[in-house]
């Protein structure tokens, strides 16, 4: 089987990783990559929303899958396109099409959806221009903190939590009247804010079975103790400690069934991976959001943990007989420190030889923003490596990790030391 991966970050790395392992695989190659992909498959030098070369390199190079890491091509329809093209409607492409990718690239239809098939999630209601004074109106009734979420794709910026009601009118206005986060606010969801501790939760589906993946949990803030500006993602675990079968049996029952359901209902042909962002409020499950993909940084802290082989399972998305394939997962505890380049999330120099990599006891190091420069890997982006070790316990995972990410060397390295010890 010859695989291509669209992507070029930590997850695609991790899985380039994974599916490198299969013995199912001949070829691997990732579309545009990073100098870390490469010791797993060839890199392509194509962009994620270049559909039409994505397509011809496919049909040159007798491609049998097509895996897409972001969401960009999906919600831009990377999968509708192969549909629509009479030479490579065979190939299945893992990741769902334009319709069911509006899980994550429209809020309003993802908190629709919830409330249509009785998912729980926060209360809200959504507005744009022609009810903006209503909009308004409506904050006066709401407690606080209150939070705002613009409708379609920002970046993950496009979500302010306020904390008086002032600010809240204030950034209404913002979003919807001065275009704050572009065509992205012509729609905001105002949402009730749930207070708890969050997880994801990750499902892989051929829109009849599913498998359950191992849930973690990621660390946004760029500070240690969670304090700073909220970044990409500095780290992850899985499994997480609080995520009992208590509580993911109801993640199951109320939350994942409901939603696999919900999208045959609606008739929405579902493919792929879906990411759920939980709240676990009081022991209480809540869809805080839906991604239609894998998370990043927390795909490498969850493949590795995975046991089976990853190119049997997506096989059985493709051919829908997910149900029939095997499926186990290691009780390790898998902890995943990012390193970033000094800066970040704010501005950054790229350009910094990466060296000492050698020097890793026992992690695998995934890369994120990295290339190779005459034959030097330098800095190339503001998450430059992933560094995951899977032990026995959190606290050994912790430990090993920490120490190999501080093995390795660039200038204005910084990550944090801290991932997952609020939880031991
Ligand atoms: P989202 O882009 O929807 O994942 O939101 C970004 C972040 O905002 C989440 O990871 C949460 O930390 C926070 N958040 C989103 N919705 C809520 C909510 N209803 N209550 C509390 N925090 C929230
Ligand atoms: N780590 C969060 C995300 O991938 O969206």
């Known amino acids: 089987m010859n695989i291509l991966i669209i992507g070029s970050g930590g997850r695609e790395s991790a899985f380039a990783y994974k599916l490198s392992s299969s013995p199912k695989l001949n070829k691997l190659f990732i579309a545009p990559g990073n100098a870390g992909t490469s010791q797993y498959g060839q890199n392509v030098d194509l962009q994620v929303t270049d559909f039409q070369g994505i397509a011809s390199f496919v049909l040159s190079n007798d491609i049998n899958m097509v895996l897409v890491g972001p969401e960009e091509p999906l919600v831009k329809g990377i999968h509708d396109y192969f549909l629509g093209r009479e030479d490579i409607k065979h190939i299945p492409v893992i990741g769902p099409q334009s319709e069911g990718a509006q899980l994550e690239g429209s809020k309003d239809f993802s908190k629709e959806f919830m409330f249509r098939h009785g998912v729980p999630t926060a209360a809200y209601r959504s507005f744009d ?35 008086t009601l002032e600010d809240a009118k204030k950034e209404l206005q913002a979003m919807i009247g001065e275009a704050k986060f ?3 606010s012509s729609v905001v969801v105002i949402e009730e804010f749930l207070k708890g501790i969050e997880l994801s939760v990750f499902v892989l589906t051929d829109g009849e079975n599913y498998k359950v993946l191992p849930s973690a949990k990621d660390y946004k803030r760029i500070g240690e103790g969670d304090t700073g500006l909220n970044t990409g993602g500095m780290g992850s675990i899985s499994p997480v400690p609080f995520a009992d079968e208590t509580f993911l049996e109801k993640v199951e029952s109320r939350i994942i069934k409901p939603t696999i359901d919900g ?27 839906y991604n239609v993909r894998m998370g990043d940084p927390e795909t490498e802290s969850v493949l590795p943990r995975i046991e089976s082989d990853l190119v049997d399972l997506l096989e059985g998305v493709a051919n829908g007989d997910l149900d029939k394939r095997s499926y186990t997962v290691s009780p390790k505890t898998a902890v995943t420190i990012v390193l970033v380049s000094g800066g970040y999330p704010g501005a950054y120099q790229a350009g910094m030889e990466i060296t000492n990599m050698e020097n890793v006891e026992d992690s695998i190091v995934f890369h994120a923003g990295t290339k190779e420069v005459d034959g030097k890997i330098v800095t190339a982006g503001g998450r430059v490596l992933a560094v995951t070790t899977l032990q026995d316990s959190l606290f050994e995972a912790l430990q090993q990790g920490t120490a190999d990410a501080g093995r390795i060397f660039f200038e204005r390295k910084y990550f944090r030391k801290d991932i997952g010890f609020d939880l031991i």
Do not use: H, R, W
């Open 263 to 289: 999208l045959k209902q609606d008739g929405i042909p579902y493919k792929g991976f879906i990411f759920i962002g939980l709240m676990n409020v009081g022991g209480e499950p809540f869809v805080i959001e």
């Open 129 to 163: 221009k022609s009810n903006l004074t209503e909009g308004l109106q409506y904050l006066e009734t709401q407690s606080l903190p209150i939070v705002l979420k613009a409708d379609g794709l920002a970046g993950g910026k496009g979500v302010l939590i306020c904390e």
């Open 182 to 184: 572009g065509k992205a």
